[in-house]
């Protein structure tokens, strides 16, 4: 494993890749290059590819989230907004056509 490989590795166990930012990336690769251990050039390859990284594993976080509350609300059998709006305008149209049927027997 290169030496850049274990810097990358490092930097996502300790920041946690799903949430790094670009300011901490460009922060800690900084650091690096200041400290003589890898290039310029190599720290913007490094940061590009940590962050990138952090944007994949953000986007996979979020899908697998929005499918498991997704599971979780069709285990309660919850009807959809659309579905509730239609039950809404049915009931709305049954009251409009009660109302008219009770006006028409008081006459």
Do not use: C, P, Y
């Not at 290039?39 to 697998?64: M, T, Y």
């Amino acid at each position: 494993m290169s030496l850049i490989e274990m810097i990358r590795k490092s930097l996502l166990a300790s920041l946690g890749a799903a949430v790094v930012t670009k300011e901490k990336v460009e922060e800690a690769t900084k650091r690096l290059v200041e400290d003589g251990k890898i290039s310029r050039d190599e720290a913007e390859k490094l940061a590009n590819d940590l962050v990138e990284s952090g944007r994949h594993q953000w986007d996979e976080i979020q899908e697998k989230m929005t499918e498991t509350v997704r599971r979780g609300l069709d285990s309660f059998d919850i009807g959809s907004k659309k579905e509730f709006q239609e039950l809404k305008e049915r009931v709305d149209n049954l009251e409009k056509r009660l109302a008219i049927m009770e006006k028409v027997t008081e006459e």
